[in-house]
């Protein structure tokens, strides 16, 4: 659990990294005290429970024999207790009878609505004073209709790694397209900066939406895997122990970039497997396989995605690559907030009573602060898809999947026709 722990964002949104980077080390250290200190209470509870069993049994054995001693020559105390409490009156009241009626109900419904209704309002103001600028410069990214970059970040073409494909939430591709960008060589750290900046408040956003929809949690693994690594890229620069800037240094361009990662994520997929193999992993669904093997798979999906865009595209340098993936980005999670009504209706309705004031508080709130969000998402054209759809990526993607069979039948004709040879030949006529 401590653990676990270590590798979790932190619930506070602290805007300044360097600030959730010391908040996240000084966190890990407290969490290793805390590890420390239940090891050192355990070890003594057992050498505690080992002292008790062997010496302190053999005394409770001693005094539970007396006791039963005692109670065969006293044979009649239990029957008298029993026949006094049974001859003692119930002393409980009937208060149903004492009921409170209210005088001027209609003006008290009335004074409740004036107060609910200025709550309202505050709230509501106070959302449209904090809008996520850095989430609405990245939405401003991205100037194409029916957010293409969900289509395009993932293709049907890349081989799987295994019989079966995980599903996708947002956020996990999200991370992944961020954690390329970073590594891309050649690149100002202002522009990473920036990117990152809006990535992360992006996330808060895309964490309520998946958390508000995925009520079954069939997506809780893949969402703790983009939250694993984004806190990794976010404070270390690193994607599962891999140093991005190291790797940045190394590399000349960003076909080079994309084939390490994709080396590094197929690597690191087949060391998780084979760690995981005689546990659940073959048993459970590909939803519930361990987040650094789905984190592997996604980096190997999406880098060999980009690879084949940049031969079909002819991109040869970072600073493209780096605007395309922004656009992408941006994509994903234009259309992962077109979830936000949805959401914002759900939470008013379906809350417990006890919880639905502050519910109410809280998604007031939110509907002040996205209001820009939501018109700038109504600017771009929605794909109709029913609201159980739309909340998925994968149901977003499947419109991709017919032009993929496409283009991967007219590939294999094209191979085969120029390794097959020519069926014409000459005749000569004398």
Aim: charged share 25%; glycine share 2%; with cysteine.
């Amino acid at each position: 659990m401590l653990e676990g722990l270590k590798e979790c964002p932190s619930v506070f949104q602290i805007p300044n990294r360097p600030c959730r980077k010391l908040f996240h080390e000084s966190k890990s250290k407290c969490l290793n005290v805390c590890i420390g200190m239940q090891t050192g209470i355990v070890l003594a509870s057992k050498v505690i429970q080992f002292i008790s069993i062997y010496f302190v049994s053999r005394i409770l054995l001693f005094c539970d024999c007396c006791i039963g001693l005692l109670k065969k020559f006293r044979p009649n105390c239990n029957i008298s207790d029993e026949s006094r409490s049974e001859s003692q009156p119930s002393s409980k009241l009937d208060l149903s009878r004492f009921v409170l009626h209210l005088e001027g109900e209609n003006e008290l419904v009335e004074i409740i609505m004036k107060n609910n209704c200025d709550a309202t309002d505050h709230w509501m103001r106070k959302g449209k004073k904090q809008q996520p600028e850095h989430l609405l410069q990245l939405l401003k990214q991205s100037n194409s209709q029916g957010f293409k970059g969900v289509q395009d970040f993932d293709s049907y073409l890349v081989p799987c790694l295994d019989v079966v494909e995980p599903p996708n939430c947002w956020a996990l591709p999200v991370v992944t397209l961020t954690t390329i960008a970073v590594a891309l060589p050649n690149i100002k750290s202002c522009f990473v900066k920036d990117l990152m900046d809006r990535v992360h408040e992006s996330l808060t956003y895309v964490k309520i939406v998946e958390e508000s929809l995925d009520v079954k949690g069939d997506l809780l693994n893949m969402r703790k895997a983009a939250d694993s690594v984004w806190l990794q890229v976010d404070l270390h620069h690193k994607w599962l122990d891999v140093n991005l800037r190291k790797l940045s240094l190394q590399a000349d361009s960003p076909k080079e970039i994309l084939e390490a990662l994709v080396d590094a994520a197929k690597k690191k997929y087949l060391e998780q497997k084979e760690t995981y193999m005689n546990q659940c992993y073959i048993k459970e669904s590909t939803a519930k396989w361990p987040i650094k093997v789905l984190a592997s798979n996604s980096m190997y999906r999406i880098s060999q995605t980009i690879l084949l865009n940049c031969q079909s595209r002819n991109i040869q340098t970072s600073e493209r690559l780096f605007e395309v993936l922004s656009v992408m980005i941006s994509d994903i999670v234009g259309a992962c907030l077109t979830n936000l009504p949805r959401v914002i209706s759900l939470n008013c309705l379906s809350s417990s009573f006890e919880e639905r004031e502050e519910s109410v508080r809280n998604t007031v709130y939110l509907l002040g602060k996205s209001e820009k969000i939501v018109k700038i998402i109504e600017q771009k054209g929605i794909p109709s898809l029913h609201p159980e759809q739309m909340a998925l990526i994968d149901e977003w993607r499947s419109l991709q999947k017919p032009k993929d069979r496409l283009l991967s039948i007219l590939s294999t004709s094209e191979s085969s026709s120029a390794t097959s040879p020519s069926s014409e030949f000459c005749l000569t006529i004398e």
